[in-house]
T-cell receptor, first 112, second 116 residues
Framework: DAGVTQSPTHLIKTRGQQVTLRCSPK?????VSWYQQALGQGPQFIFQ???????QRGNFPDRFSGHQFPNYSSELNVNALLLGDSALYLC???????????FGQGTRLTVV | KQEVTQIPAALSVPEGENLVLNCSFT??????LQWFRQDPGKGLTSLLF?????REQTSGRLNASLDKSSGRSTLYIAASQPGDSATYLC???????????????FGQGTILTVHP
């Protein structure tokens, strides 16, 4: 079992560009959540996908959007990048409701 | 709004000491609580997962307790080793309408350094 895998591991983008981050959940998991972690802070919830629909959303602008595919993998898209979007983006997967969450290694996004 | 606080923010101890990391949360209607470990620049590794109906969980040298009524959890690390050096994060999932979708609210973490 490969666990939760994220790609790419590192990314550098220019302000105003768009970025897509990818996540493959742990085998048997159907729920994917995305978190943003700024340096020195705890992760902040962006949104969660279940059955290809956004089920919950945190306090993030519409520039942040996502998608879940039939195989449960997910993408996080961020449009019109700002310098403040520089962070570690973490994907977590779980099975069903309220179960243990497993995280990937994250994607380090740097906006210059 | 659920708020999670971790104390202390940083801890530096000699190898072999027994440690206690604290986590408090403002809304006691939690569905579950997880403790994670994070190495610098890396993802989160789940250490212990406690359902709201449980009082504690143990894994090797780690033991976590949960007291929902007082809004507290404690992570106990026995016989600390240099390899335990990392940031430890506490996260809670709220109970809402009979279930929880598992949105986690995190504390800021405790940075642990164990020196030889």
């Amino acid at each position: 079992d490969a666990g939760v895998t994220q790609s790419p591991t590192h990314l550098i983008k220019t302000r105003g560009q768009q970025v897509t981050l990818r996540c493959s959940p742990k085998s048997g998991h159907d729920t994917v959540s995305w978190y943003q972690q700024a340096l020195g802070q705890g992760p902040q919830f962006i949104f969660q996908y279940y059955e290809e629909e956004e089920r919950q959303r945190g306090n993030f602008p519409d520039r942040f959007s996502g998608h879940q595919f039939p195989n449960y993998s997910s993408e996080l898209n961020v449009n019109a990048l700002l310098l403040g979007d520089s962070a570690l983006y973490l994907c977590a997967s779980s099975r069903g409701e309220g179960t243990e969450a497993f995280f990937g290694q994250g994607t380090r996004l740097t906006v210059v | 709004k659920q708020e999670v606080t971790q104390i202390p923010a940083a801890l530096s101890v000699p190898e072999g000491e027994n440690l206690v990391l604290n986590c408090s949360f403002t809304d006691s209607a939690i569905y579950n609580l997880q403790w994670f470990r994070q190495d610098p620049g890396k993802g989160l590794t789940s250490l212990l997962f406690i359902q709201s109906s449980q009082r504690e969980q143990t894994s090797g040298r780690l033991n976590a307790s949960l007291d929902k009524s007082s809004g507290r959890s404690t992570l106990y690390i026995a016989a600390s080793q240099p390899g335990d050096s990392a940031t430890y994060l506490c996260a809670v999932a709220l109970y809402a309408g009979g279930t929880s979708y598992g949105k986690l609210t995190f504390g800021q973490g405790t940075i642990l350094t164990v020196h030889p």
